[in-house]
């Protein structure tokens, strides 16, 4: 079964700075699909950004962009130029890339930005 | 553009009583996902549907139980509730078309059990 990990419960960073959150991953699958979702305090689930594993360049959504290590299943979220409206709790997320294969997320992290 | 459309947003049912939630797919997805998540906690998946038929079934309690019709909307029914039956029900839909390994979310229904 494919596991994921975020290791951080709670992360801070100042208004207009940079941020990295991070994910790591179990999988014995070599096709699969990554997410960053984003959960505000209305706790609608807003999709950051994914990624396809087999493509070796990392996804990027304008200040959002990850960092993808397939070897080392590690899947990171860079949040450039942090905006107040960037507080929220972020789950990393797996997908296998069977068709409808669910999701499984990891623990989320709680992002605070600060004045 | 349409999103995912969920109702009720909320519902209060005493312990022993039935809910039903609905969930209406984005236009033209064929494939329906619906998630728990309790307090302070990560989604869970429940069961998933893909062209009407039953796709994947996750810790979903024997008292739930689950379909999609003909017009892809699904529906969520819970029987002999408990207590710990209190969260935030999300369904999710997607398409066959391109990105289809991308699941959009509903706004979620929060069940409260008294």
């Known amino acids: 079964a494919q596991t994921v990990t975020q290791s951080q419960p709670e992360m801070s960073v100042q208004e207009a700075e940079t941020v990295t959150l991070s994910c790591t991953y179990d999988?014995?699958?070599?096709?699969?699909?990554l997410f960053w979702y984003k959960q505000p305090p209305s706790r609608q689930m807003i999709l950051v950004i994914r990624?396809?594993?087999?493509?070796?360049q990392n996804a990027t959504e304008n200040r959002f962009s990850v960092n993808f290590q397939k070897a080392a299943k590690s899947f990171s979220l860079k949040i450039s130029d942090s905006q107040l409206g960037d507080a929220a709790m972020y789950f990393c997320?797996?997908?296998?890339?069977?068709?409808?294969?669910?999701?499984?997320f990891g623990t989320g992290t709680r992002l605070q930005v600060t004045l | 553009a349409a999103g995912v459309i969920q109702s009720p947003r909320h519902l209060i049912k005493e312990k022993r009583e039935t809910a039903t939630l609905k969930c209406y797919p984005i236009?033209?997805?064929?494939?329906v996902y619906w998630y728990q998540q309790g307090p302070g906690q990560d989604p869970q998946f429940l069961i998933s549907?893909?062209?009407?038929?039953?796709?994947d079934k996750g810790s979903i309690p024997d008292r739930f139980s689950a379909q999609q019709f003909s017009d892809y909307h699904s529906e969520l029914n819970m029987s002999s509730l408990e207590l710990g039956d209190s969260a935030l029900y999300f369904c999710?839909?997607?398409?066959?078309?391109?990105?289809?390994?991308?699941?959009?979310f509903g706004p979620g229904t929060r069940l409260t059990v008294l």
């Open positions: 999710a839909s997607s398409s066959r078309g391109p990105a289809s390994d991308t699941q959009y």
């Open positions: 999988t014995s699958e070599s096709d699969y699909y």
């Open positions: 990624q396809e594993a087999y493509k070796q």
């Open positions: 997320a797996y997908r296998s890339a069977s068709p409808a294969s669910k999701l499984t």
């Open positions: 236009p033209r997805h064929d494939t």
């Open positions: 549907f893909y062209e009407k038929m039953q796709s």
